[in-house]
């Protein structure tokens, strides 16, 4: 008969035990992030604070500039987490209206509408604090503009990339609050009765805060 190795035996039940452990531990954990449900809906303020670059009017001089007023205005976003640190975000509001200014004389306004998906990665889902970062496109529909009394109109719409970071912060399993801020590149070309007179980039700085509701 062959010894019998008691101190190995041993070992090699307290590593068994341990590593059940370990499963049981992270399929705890992977169980309450899917319970906490894949769809997150946010309700925030939002902050437009545009760039404000633009071509002079007519290609001459350094005046003659367009640039379009700040807002602060509600905003409704819909996430869906793939796994608990990946997500896609969806951007919702209504149209909104700016008041557009040439060398700070009010020449009109127009309305936008922004929708925005971007895809997100978050660092610490299972944590209180979850900081997070996201890149993606913006389609914005530019309607009602009439500037310069008709004389000028800017293009219809726009796309372009855009940049995102925030940070969630857990009140309990489905509440929290929310920071997000947001670079969206927005541009537009200024058509007036001959063509193109300049080129607007409006390339905003979103800012928002807001409550969320995981389910």
Not at 174 to 191: A, G
Not at 192 to 197: L, P, R
């Amino acid at each position: 008969m062959f010894p019998i190795n008691y101190g190995v035996i041993v070992k090699k039940s307290l590593l068994a035990i341990a590593l059940c452990s370990l499963a049981a531990i992270s399929s705890q954990a992977f169980a309450q992030q899917v319970q906490e449900g894949p769809w997150l809906v946010r309700v925030r303020a939002l902050h437009l604070d545009p760039a404000n670059k633009s071509d002079p009017v007519g290609g001459a001089g350094a005046a003659d500039r367009l640039t379009v007023s700040s807002k602060t205005f509600p905003e409704f976003d819909i996430s869906y987490f793939f796994t608990p640190n990946w997500a896609a975000e969806l951007i919702l509001t209504y149209p909104q209206k700016h008041t557009v200014y040439l060398d700070g004389a009010s020449i009109g306004t127009f309305k936008h509408l922004p929708p925005t998906l971007t895809m997100q990665y978050h660092f610490s889902p299972e944590k209180k604090i979850s900081p997070y970062v996201g890149a993606g496109i913006n389609y914005t529909r530019i309607s009602k503009d009439s500037l310069n009394n008709g004389a000028l109109h800017l293009e219809n719409s726009s796309v372009g990339l855009a940049l995102q970071a925030g940070v969630d912060y857990k009140l309990d399993k489905n509440w929290s609050l929310n920071l997000d801020v947001k670079k969206v590149q927005l541009r537009s070309d200024v058509i007036g009765a001959s063509g193109k007179v300049s080129a607007v980039q409006i390339d905003p700085w979103l800012i928002g805060v807001g409550v969320g509701y995981r389910f």
